[in-house]
């Protein structure tokens, strides 16, 4: 959740019965904060390749085709805003007065109040919208807390996590002792494979809060991750001591028990005659086996890891790869690549096979 009242010129903390900001006096009255709300627990929301290609597209810089109310136009769903009036008003001032800064985040504040509305079922357009808004905002002003909040928010939700740690990075230089969103940071670090980072950050957080559920609960996934079950298992007893509600205990009991039910990489890999047997080898495995566990679409149709030779065979159930839009396919394999290099594995050939009929979906 977003909700800050900072002057919208300057970013001066303002209190409750100010009347004008003390540092640069714009008067109350034309000041503006917004907030969002997600619906957010640990594991991000499974959304489509396709839906986050074209998210991941406008957050990290490159423009839609259409722009504003034109794209909104494109909208299939009856709550979009391309019949919303009240809405087309507040962009078309913002467009016409571009750098008009409190244009900008009225219209930001109205589609922000629209997702909050509809929480999960917010159309496409309307998140796409919002993006482009928030950066005319962050163009105004690059230190806008409101906008790099929203922004390491909706990054976060939509799995871009190299976009969220960025816009996380940038609102905790400027709000450092916010205990909740350094916890987020903190897990964008896991999802992004820095395990040592994250855990690190993490144990700092629940000393410093000891009863902050989210940052036990991230601390959690980052251990198993990591593929230190003992330590993950431990600090899960704790965490669900401290779950804010029985629907939150629930689910973070599912993922618990995922971590519990486990095999171990060597009894995965013990069925192969070919299968390494030096430490660093096992080491470097049971870690990428971890990371490819922790990814939260992916992660759920990994069935394991097999050796053979200079081959290594990744392991999938019902994982559609090959519908997946060429660019989110790319990227999916590149990220494979990426960690197998991390977690330092020689082989020469990565083939990834469905499980249940052996048929070869891809390799790199």
């Known amino acids: 959740m977003i909700e800050h009242l900072l002057c919208s010129r300057c970013n001066y903390q303002l209190k409750d019965n100010d009347n004008f900001c003390a540092r640069c006096g714009l008067a109350r009255c034309h000041q503006q904060s917004f907030k969002i709300n997600f619906k957010i627990w640990i594991g991000v929301s499974l959304l489509s390749a396709l839906f986050i290609t074209a998210i991941y597209k406008t957050i990290a810089g490159t423009k839609p085709q259409k722009h504003f109310t034109e794209f909104s136009a494109t909208s299939t769903s009856e709550e979009g805003v391309v019949d919303d009036l ?5 962009i078309e001032l913002a467009v016409k007065e571009k750098d008009n800064l409190i244009a900008w985040r009225n219209a930001a504040e109205y589609l922000i109040a629209k997702i909050n509305k509809n ?13 482009e808004i928030l950066r ?13 909040l929203a922004m390491a928010e909706i990054s976060f939700e939509t799995q871009i996590f190299s976009k969220a740690k960025e816009y996380y990075q940038k609102y905790l230089a400027i709000e450092p002792n916010n205990s909740d969103i350094k916890a987020r940071y903190a897990a964008s670090l896991g999802f992004l494979g820095e395990f040592e980072r994250a855990i690190s950050t993490l144990r700092e957080l629940c ?6 559920f989210n940052a036990r609960a991230f601390l959690v996934v980052a251990l198993a991750q990591k593929g230190d079950r003992e330590q993950a298992l431990a ?21 618990v028990e995922k971590i519990r039910n486990k095999k171990e990489v060597g009894g995965t890999l013990s069925e192969s005659k070919e299968t390494k047997s030096s ?6 495995i049971k870690s990428y086996q971890a990371w490819i566990e922790s990814q939260p679409i992916a992660g759920n149709k990994f069935r ?17 790869i090959e519908l997946m ?11 494979l690549k990426e960690q197998a290099v991390k977690a330092e594995l020689k082989f020469e050939q990565y083939i990834i096979i469905d499980n249940n009929s052996g048929e070869k979906l891809a390799e790199f």
Request: hydrophobic residues 30%.
């Open 235 to 255: 600090e899960a007893q704790k965490a669900l001591e401290l779950a804010p509600n029985d629907e939150t205990r629930l689910k973070f009991s599912e993922f």
């Open 325 to 335: 839009p060429a660019e989110v396919k790319k990227k999916f394999l590149n990220n």
């Open 207 to 212: 000393e410093q809060a000891p009863n902050n």
């Open 304 to 320: 394991g890891l097999k050796e053979e030779r200079e081959k290594l065979y990744l392991l999938f159930e019902n994982f559609p």
């Open 86 to 90: 009240e809405y087309k008003k507040l």
């Open 136 to 148: 005319e905002i962050l163009r105004l002003d690059p230190n806008d807390p409101d906008s790099l």
């Open 119 to 131: 929480n999960q079922t917010t159309d496409q357009s309307v998140l796409v919208e919002l993006i």
């Open 279 to 284: 430490e660093e080898s096992s080491k470097g």
